[in-house]
Nanobody, 115 residues
């Protein structure tokens, strides 16, 4: 069973920052395009950002300039640095391949942006 574990979420005020981490269970992590997804209450899960094995990145428009995706293939780990957070970023954040066809979905990590 291949899986991922997300961490780093929490409650933060608008304008604040968080850094999410995603650790994969297998060493083939480095061969895959990986993505961060989020699911807001009552909405579908959507891709937020993704990164190729060699580090090329793409972002959905709503997070461009605020979020930065990165990875460390030697540690089977991916990160999402989130700055200038706004209430609309409130969601459960998940990681998986992009498209999401390889890992079992993890529990996700909750991000709440509120004053």
């Amino acid at each position: 069973q291949v899986q991922v574990v997300e961490s780093g979420g929490g409650l933060v005020q608008p304008g604040g920052s968080l850094r999410l981490s995603c650790v994969a269970s297998d060493s083939t992590f480095g061969a895959y395009r990986m993505g961060w997804y989020r699911q807001a209450p009552g909405k579908q899960r959507k891709l937020v950002a993704d990164i190729t094995p060699d580090g090329r990145t793409t972002y959905t428009n709503s997070v461009k300039g605020r979020f930065t995706i990165s990875r460390d293939n030697a540690k089977n780990t991916m990160y999402l640095q989130m700055n200038s957070l706004i209430p609309e970023d409130t969601a459960v954040y998940y990681c998986n391949t992009s498209p999401a066809i390889y890992y079992d979905w993890g529990q996700g990590t909750h991000v709440t942006v509120s004053s």
